[in-house]
């Protein structure tokens, strides 16, 4: 089930990213690319949506590959 593989995947990023968002991105991008999830220009246009988007760049970016993996609920 797409949910909870994402919930286990965003709570290993939670888990084990020191250094604040910017510190995550390589996190989040191994998980990305390793579920294939996205591509690579996918996810460096998600880190460009994220950053430039208001709020915590880790939530804008978990709510987009939520989005576009499970729908509404997957965000």
Do not use: C, D, H
């Not at 593989?5 to 510190?23: D, M, P, V």
């Not at 460096?44 to 804008?60: C, F, K, R, Y």
């Amino acid at each position: 089930m797409i949910y909870l593989q994402l919930f286990y995947e965003f709570l290993k990023i939670g888990l084990f990213s020191f250094g604040g968002a910017y510190g995550a991105i390589p996190l989040i991008k191994e998980s990305v690319l390793n579920q294939g999830w996205m591509s690579v220009e996918m996810f460096t246009n998600l880190i460009a949506i994220s950053e430039s988007s208001p709020g915590p760049i880790m939530v804008n970016a978990a709510t987009y590959i939520g989005y576009t993996q499970g729908g509404v609920l997957g965000a």
